[in-house]
C-alpha cells in the first residue's frame, strides 16, 4: 500500500506497507477518491518503519478492520468494492477476507452484502468447529442501524493452506 506525503493520488508517495502491517488512524482528510465504484476519503496514519515512527496518507478504501490471530496468521478483512446502486435499492458491498502470513497474503475470500457495509463491524475467529477439513472460521457482524444484524461466517484456510 502507498503511503503518500498528502491526500491525494498525485501525490508522493513516501513509503509503503505490506499487508497486514498495523496502522493507526491519526485523522480523516476531507478529500475523496473514488476507486471499484467506493467513494471514501483519505486518511491520515501512523505506523512504525525500520524502527522509525513515521505518518502519511493512504485511501480509506485500502484499510483493513481489525486484525484477528490464529497463531502466525493474521485475517484483516475490508470492504473492496461498492456495486449496484442506492437509487435502484440494490446497493451491495463486496467484502474480502485476506489471511496473512509474515506480510503475505496466502488466502482470501470474497462475497458480496446487501446492505449497511460500514465501519463499525464485530468480528471474532473460532477455531474449526469441529470441522475436521478446516483450521479456522470467522464470524463477521455488520449491524444495519444499530438494530438488525447480519451474521456471515466465512470458511477462510483449509487444511491445505496449513494456516
Not at 8 to 16: I, L
Not at 148 to 154: S, Y
Amino acid at each position: 500500500m502507498n503511503v503518500r506525503i498528502a491526500p491525494n493520488k498525485d501525490a508522493q508517495v513516501v513509503t509503503q506497507l505490506l499487508a497486514g502491517e498495523p496502522v493507526t488512524i491519526l485523522s480523516s482528510a476531507s478529500e475523496q477518491f473514488t476507486q471499484n465504484g467506493w467513494t471514501t476519503n483519505w486518511v491520515k496514519i501512523g505506523f512504525e518503519k525500520n524502527g522509525k515512527r513515521q505518518d502519511g496518507y493512504v485511501w480509506g478504501g485500502v484499510l483493513g478492520f481489525h486484525a484477528l490471530q490464529a497463531g502466525d496468521v493474521s485475517f484483516v478483512y475490508a470492504v473492496v468494492k461498492k456495486e449496484g446502486n442506492e437509487t435502484e435499492g440494490s446497493e451491495k458491498y463486496r467484502v474480502e477476507i485476506r489471511a496473512i502470513r509474515q506480510q503475505q497474503i496466502i488466502s482470501s475470500v470474497t462475497t458480496t452484502i446487501g446492505i449497511g457495509a460500514g465501519y463499525d463491524t464485530e468480528a471474532a475467529l473460532y477455531g474449526n468447529l469441529g470441522m475436521k477439513a478446516y483450521q479456522n472460521v470467522i464470524r463477521l457482524d455488520f449491524p444495519l442501524a444499530h438494530v438488525v444484524t447480519i451474521n456471515m461466517r466465512f470458511v477462510v484456510c483449509g487444511m491445505a493452506l496449513n494456516c
